[in-house]
């Protein structure tokens, strides 16, 4: 594996259609198995990228604590078969403070849009990754639902000829989805309420049940019965993230809760002739995360 801190530099070491993982580094294992939706793109170059960006932080404190370990992280990408590393510096990234923008419009607002300006930053610095690296397809998590709306609409309005590759949520074997915050959780059991909330609801939609409303009830109640403290529970259509009232193919149930200091999201989607998506549970605990 090539680690590259500069543009030129991972352009000039990446061969051939290059299929890139943006990421912002504290690895875990949700992160490397999107290397393999990366390989079954058949690109000639998995290139992942490492980036803290901190113009999609709405708190200073948050960007300040967020994890950081670029050694750790190169080591991990290596082993998860990355070909190269993009790894720049905020100099880099931005030589001068960015005045064009790009705007993620009304795709920006609703649910985790309370982060002021989180998707414009997103979809300024995708936009960036896009325009210097040339990839030929991209890998988005659907644990972010809402970036993949964003993403996805990003490359048809500004013409970006990338292919976008969502690939399902990796969760631990107790349901928690992995994300670098779970370092931060102490409160195991409020967390777990994201989830249990979710695989109720999927179960109850693959019973029949199609009442929106009824769906996130569910999730509601979960979240209150484990502690936590709930942000938002919502169906919605999952390209233009409006809320919808009938459980349809195309729509995601998503969930945010504040758990202690952390702040979790999570859901799942509907997709397959009613069935839904709940991602993948690890077979043991994540040992990258400090969770299990
Ligand atoms: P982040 O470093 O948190 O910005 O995430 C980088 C990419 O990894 C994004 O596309 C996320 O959606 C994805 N990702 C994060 N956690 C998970 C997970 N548990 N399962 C699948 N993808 C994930």
Not at 213 to 235: F, K, R, T, W
């Amino acid at each position: 594996m090539r680690v590259a801190r500069t543009f030129g530099e991972a352009r000039t070491t990446a061969d051939g259609r290059v299929a890139l993982i943006p990421t912002m580094g504290a690895l875990h294992e949700g992160h490397l198995a999107l290397v393999d939706t990366a390989r079954a793109a058949d690109p000639d170059t998995v290139m992942m990228s490492v980036f803290v960006n901190p113009i999609q932080f709405d708190d200073p404190a948050d960007l300040e604590r967020y994890p950081r370990d670029l050694e750790r992280d190169t080591a991990l990408a290596e082993a998860a078969g990355v070909g190269v590393l993009f790894a720049p510096s905020v100099e880099e990234m931005y030589p001068q403070e960015p005045v064009v923008r790009v705007s993620a419009g009304p795709l920006g607002e609703p649910m985790e849009g309370r982060r002021k300006g989180h998707f414009d930053g997103v979809a300024t610095v995708v936009t960036k990754l896009f325009a210097g690296l040339q990839p030929s397809a991209a890998v988005f998590g659907r644990k972010d639902a809402q970036q993949v709306a964003v993403i996805r609409r990003l490359v048809v309005d500004l013409s970006f000829p990338v292919r976008v590759l969502p690939a399902p949520t990796l969760r631990e074997p107790d349901g928690l989805a992995l994300s670098s915050r779970n370092v931060f959780l102490d409160d195991r059991e409020g967390a777990l309420g994201l989830s249990r909330g979710l695989f109720a609801a999927a179960d109850a939609i693959e019973g029949g049940l199609e009442d929106g409303s009824a769906a996130e009830a569910i999730v509601a109640e979960a979240v209150a019965d484990a502690g936590a403290q709930l942000h938002y529970a919502s169906l919605v259509d999952a390209a233009t993230l409006e809320p919808v009232d009938r459980v349809r193919d195309g729509t995601v149930l998503a969930v945010a809760a504040q758990v202690g200091e952390v702040r979790l999201i999570d859901n799942v989607h509907i997709d397959g002739d009613g069935t839904v998506d709940r991602g993948r549970l690890l077979t043991r605990p994540s040992t990258l995360t400090g969770g299990g």
